[in-house]
């Protein structure tokens, strides 16, 4: 099993910036890709941004794109998620996940392994 760790949510002002990391325990994982969802209240989950394990292959929610980059720390062994110009509309629980193979779908279904979750609350 991989437990996947997250953490950086908390309450920012509008236009402001965070950064959440996640660090995944427990089997050693290679060969998967990497995502961030997130969800807020009364709303389905939704992906934000998704990476593949090389780097070279992404997908960023319409939303997000240029507001939001998706990097990873090999030698930290972490994954991140870089939100900038951050809104109300941002406001949610925000989630890392992990799953096998290259593809990158936007269904929650389709990935194996998620974290807890970190709440971020954009002010207006």
């Known amino acids: 099993q991989v437990q996947l760790v997250e953490s950086g949510g908390g309450l920012v002002q509008a236009g402001g910036s965070l950064r959440l990391s996640c660090v995944p325990s427990?089997?050693?994982?290679?060969?998967?890709?990497m995502g961030w969802f997130r969800q807020a209240p009364g709303k389905e989950r939704e992906l934000v941004v998704a990476?593949?394990?090389?780097?070279?292959?992404?997908v960023t929610a319409d939303s997000v794109k240029g507001r939001f980059t998706i990097s990873r720390d090999n030698a930290k062994n972490t994954m991140y998620l870089q939100m900038n110009s951050l809104k109300p509309e941002d406001t949610a629980v925000y989630y890392c996940?992990?799953?096998?193979?290259?593809?990158?779908?936007?269904?929650?279904?389709?990935?194996?392994?998620w974290g807890q979750g970190t709440q971020v609350t954009v002010s207006s």
């Open positions: 990476m593949s394990w090389s780097g070279s292959s992404t």
């Open positions: 996940a992990f799953k096998w193979g290259n593809s990158l779908p936007p269904y929650p279904s389709e990935y194996h392994f």
């Open positions: 427990g089997r050693r994982v290679s060969t998967v890709a």
